[in-house]
């Protein structure tokens, strides 16, 4: 079994959380994205897990891109985890 890792992006576009993410996937880790903030705006490209915070996309007016999640969810998945890395 994969080891389950969850990234809680925040802000555009990161590269170094960008390569991390690739990094992880190439060596079979089981990679989701959180996107909260301004990261609702500019999801990361080639990633298939990809939750967005409704409320952060709401208050941004963006477009939806992944599953959303409410806070309960978000709490969920950040205890399903096996490690969570914020950027």
């Known amino acids: 079994m994969s080891k389950k890792i969850l990234h809680v ?3 555009r576009k990161d590269p170094y959380a960008c390569e991390t993410l690739r990094r992880q996937q190439e060596k079979g880790a089981d990679v989701s994205v959180l996107l909260l903030h301004d990261a609702v705006l ?3 490209e080639g ?8 409320d952060d996309v709401e208050a941004r007016g963006g477009a939806w891109v ?4 409410d806070y309960d969810a978000i709490v969920s998945l950040l205890l399903e985890a096996d ?4 950027w």
């Open 66 to 69: 992944g599953q959303s999640v």
């Open 83 to 86: 490690s969570v890395i914020c």
């Open 9 to 11: 992006l925040k802000s």
């Open 42 to 44: 500019a999801p990361p």
């Open 47 to 54: 990633v298939e897990k990809i939750y967005v915070c409704r």
